[in-house]
């Protein structure tokens, strides 16, 4: 076991000099017994900086006042999905794309069908009827609205979607085929920005908060091929066959949970989760003039490397429905709202 700690200077409040503060404690051990791997060990670690305070001596500027902004939930749920995409080698999920089979031939064939109907029109001098084919109204020569959005879903949800399946299956034949290494990193960070200020009301201090986390896992086995291929999960195949579940999945990923799911409890071997906390601040603005002139900076940074023998997979969280709500998922909203409501 080793521990220990080392501080500097001041970082008491209001103190206006340099101050320093570490802290860490972890495991010993270099390899395991028996079998000589390398060891991981926990370990954590925790260290505060904050610079002198040039300027104005008069009033102390506290630049370390940092907001509660940590790895949440939803990061959790994002870096877990990227371990199970990097362990499977794919996205390809062959359930659910043959429960969707018949949905993906009729429009097919419905496509294939309007332009096909429009070229034979065309061929025959009949350019009204080849308009209307394509959802052009053969009188007046002008789109209707419900067939703008129409198009629109059928191009976002049934054949972009199509299309990216039939390269994942691409990818998936080639993951299978192929050796894979018993050896997976994933990996996610997520920068925020915010405030780091003891007294907004006299000084602003902006401040950037990254947080990053990294998984790395060795395997024992080799995720079997059912389950790679998604066959194994019936309850993924249920959600993506439930009408409109693509809209609680901007809001509520059920369907990224349901995938992690079907994954993550099934894994054999042992996992190293190292997450890193970083806070930089520095003073900014006066807003009362007695703080003029003041130059400060703050610093913190936070290890944390936990070792286990399996992942609990990570329940979704609602997601705050002002940064849900992306253009494109704004555009694809009003078409499925004028398609039903028309």
């Known amino acids: 076991m080793t521990t ?30 028996i079998t000589h791997q390398v060891k ?44 199970v995409t990097q362990i499977k080698g794919h996205q390809f999920n062959l359930a659910v794309d043959l429960a969707q089979a018949n949905q993906l031939v009729t429009m097919c064939a419905k496509t294939i069908r309007s332009f096909g109907r429009s070229l034979l029109y065309l061929k025959r001098g009949n350019v009204s009827a080849a308009l209307r084919e394509l959802g052009v109204d053969g009188k007046n020569k ?17 054949w972009l979607p199509s299309i990216g399946s039939a ?12 050796g894979r290494t018993n050896r997976i990193v994933a990996k996610h960070s997520v920068k925020r920005v915010g405030s780091a200020s003891c007294s907004p009301a006299n000084y602003t201090v902006p401040a950037v908060y990254l947080r990053r986390k990294k998984i790395i896992c060795e395997l024992e086995e080799e995720l079997s091929f059912a389950r790679s291929l998604g066959l194994m999960d019936p309850l993924q195949v249920a959600w993506e066959l439930l009408p409109f579940s693509f809209v609680l999945d901007w809001f509520l990923p059920i369907g990224t949970y349901l995938e992690n799911l079907a994954v993550i ?23 009362n003039p007695a703080w ?34 992306t253009s494109k998922r704004i555009a694809n909203a009003v078409s499925l709202a004028h398609q039903l409501l028309t």
């Open 4 to 33: 220990g700690s080392v501080t500097r200077g001041n970082l008491s409040y209001p103190a206006k000099v340099y101050g320093l503060s570490k802290v860490w404690t972890g495991g010993d051990g270099k390899y395991v017994p």
């Open 40 to 83: 991981w060990n926990n370990y954590s670690m925790d260290l505060l900086t904050i610079s002198d305070q040039i300027g104005q001596q008069i009033y102390a500027a506290g630049v370390a006042c940092w907001e509660s902004n940590g790895w949440t939930a939803a990061d959790e749920l994002r870096l877990q999905s990227k371990l």
């Open 142 to 158: 002008k789109l209707k609205s419900k067939d703008v959005s129409s198009r629109w879903l059928e191009i976002q949800y049934g």
């Open 167 to 178: 390269y994942e299956a691409a990818k998936a034949f080639e993951a299978l085929s192929m």
């Open 265 to 287: 409890p099934h894994l054999k071997g042992r996992f190293c989760s190292t997450t890193m906390i970083q806070n930089d601040s520095a003073f900014a603005v006066a807003k």
């Open 292 to 325: 003029t002139g003041t130059r400060r900076t703050g610093h913190l940074r936070k290890m944390t490397r936990t070792v286990s023998s399996g992942l609990t997979t990570q329940t979704p969280r609602f997601v705050n429905p002002i940064t849900a709500m």
